[in-house]
């Protein structure tokens, strides 16, 4: 029997995403009087009317009881246009990823490219579908008998039918196209399954320079080892520039995302401030910086490069526009999504509300990129070339910045689509679908 015994917990088990557990934050909300729905709301409403960084505009003619769900209500509380973040989610899928590195699902993120077809973009490494030998550039036709178009269309609470809820083993059948022209069928079940969130690292020599090349999934609490031990193999290397892909990197823990930065800017910055936390009107008094760590191996570079989209975000921007306030970093691909903000969840009846409540600025004082931070060479990701590929867009672009001192235009590269559109499937820790 399931306990009803409503309880919230600030930062539980959890320190915040875009956001630090150091000089505060989360104000001490009373917990709903049930975790009936209309008492969960009530808490989501006085959360939002609190420490939510846009409190004074939360429309407060949406009551508690118009809504049948807390999700639905967090969703329709979000200040527009600057808030497309907030959320609630199952409190277990959260913990799971962020806590322990687990993630449910099948394990793709998919692109609609240039052709007008879908594709997978991103194969978790040991989820289900890998296991199946799915790769990136596969093509993906249809899901259970439903054409990929039409499965797109269907709402949020059919497609949830179909593939299952969180933590549900569902087995759906997807039908797939190889490079080579060939298609097959494919039965592929849901589960559980560690995430490694440093998908690729390598060094190229390239025009009489080490390249380090590291591609960076996510930060959450194990990326630190992942970290650690490949800026003790890049150290080894002695390597003289760096390119950090992010470009599937929706963004975590600020305190990992502060390793990360301290490793590639070295120990000259220690005690330089990393990001400051600016909190509400209300809570000013919270504000706080968080400064460069000193940490072994750490690479002093004079400049990085950063492999960007759109689902470049949060913590991952947070990268390069706090790098930014001492050393050059180039983007390179497109926009990314603009989330100067950062969340401390707060748990109540085993659910989690991150409700943005810091605007991240750097050294400077200098945030603000609601419109995403904008590429320095533009180019478009081509799901057709390895990821670490020299010959893959991105990569190709940053190199021959290196190479030349300046951007390839876009026009003249023959090897990128003209078009490129992320499909938001969300994962089950995002409180979407299980992708």
């Known amino acids: 029997m399931q306990d009803n015994t409503a309880n919230t917990t600030a930062n539980a088990n959890n320190s915040p995403l875009g956001g630090s557990t150091i000089g505060g934050s989360n104000t001490s909300q009373n917990a709903p009087q049930s ?45 527009q246009p600057e808030d497309v973040f907030s959320y609630m989610v199952d409190e277990v899928a959260y913990n799971s990823f962020f806590n322990e590195g687990q993630s449910f699902g099948f394990g793709w993120n998919i692109t609609r490219e240039s052709d007008n077809l879908v594709y997978f973009s991103l194969i978790d490494a040991g989820s289900p579908l890998d296991q199946q030998g799915v ?26 039918a179909i593939l299952g809820s969180s933590g549900e083993a ?14 097959e069928q494919v039965f592929v079940t849901s589960a559980s399954y560690p995430l490694q969130t440093v998908l690729d690292r390598q060094v190229i020599e390239h025009t009489g320079l080490r390249i380090g090349y590291l591609s960076l999934y ?44 301290s490793y590639l800017i070295g120990d000259d910055h220690t005690d330089e401030v990393f990001t400051t936390f600016a909190y509400n009107d209300k809570y000013r008094n919270n504000n706080v910086s968080l400064n460069f760590q000193d940490l072994d191996n750490a690479l002093g570079l004079n400049r990085v490069f950063v492999l960007q989209t759109e689902q470049t975000c949060s913590a991952s921007e947070l990268i390069v526009n706090s790098l930014r306030a001492f050393i050059p970093v180039i983007t390179v691909g497109t926009s990314s999504c603009g989330k100067p903000y950062g969340t401390s969840p707060n748990s109540a009846c085993q659910k989690v509300l991150n409700a943005l ?8 004082n200098s945030g603000g990129y609601y419109n995403g931070i904008a590429a320095d060479c533009p180019a478009v990701e081509n799901v057709h070339y390895a990821l670490g590929s020299v010959s893959e867009p991105l990569f190709s672009t940053a190199l021959d910045y290196i190479t030349n001192g ?30």
């Not at 970290?227 to 975590?252: T, Y």
């Open 218 to 261: 996510a930060f959450i609490s194990t990326t630190s080892s992942e970290l650690d031990s490949a800026f003790a193999w890049f150290a080894s290397q002695n390597v003289d520039e760096m390119v950090l892909d992010l470009r599937f990197n929706g963004g975590g823990r600020v305190s990992v995302a502060n390793e990360l930065a």
């Open 170 to 183: 569902t087995t759906i059948e997807l039908g797939i196209g190889k490079p080579l022209g060939t298609t």
């Open 357 to 364: 409540q810091i605007e991240l600025l750097n050294a400077n």
């Open 406 to 435: 300046s951007c390839v235009s876009l026009a003249s590269r023959s090897s990128a689509p003209q078009n490129h559109e992320v499909l938001s499937l969300k994962k089950a820790w995002q409180g979407g679908n299980h992708f």
């Open 35 to 79: 975790c009936s729905v209309e008492d969960v709301n009530e808490w989501v409403r006085q959360s939002m009317l609190d420490y939510y960084l846009f409190y004074d505009r939360v429309d407060t003619n949406l009551q508690p009881t118009q809504y049948s769900t807390s999700e639905s209500y967090v969703k329709a509380l979000r200040v």
């Open 135 to 160: 790769m990136r550039g596969d093509q993906l036709i249809s899901i259970n008998q439903w054409s990929i178009d039409d499965f797109i269309a269907l709402d949020s609470e059919q497609q949830t």
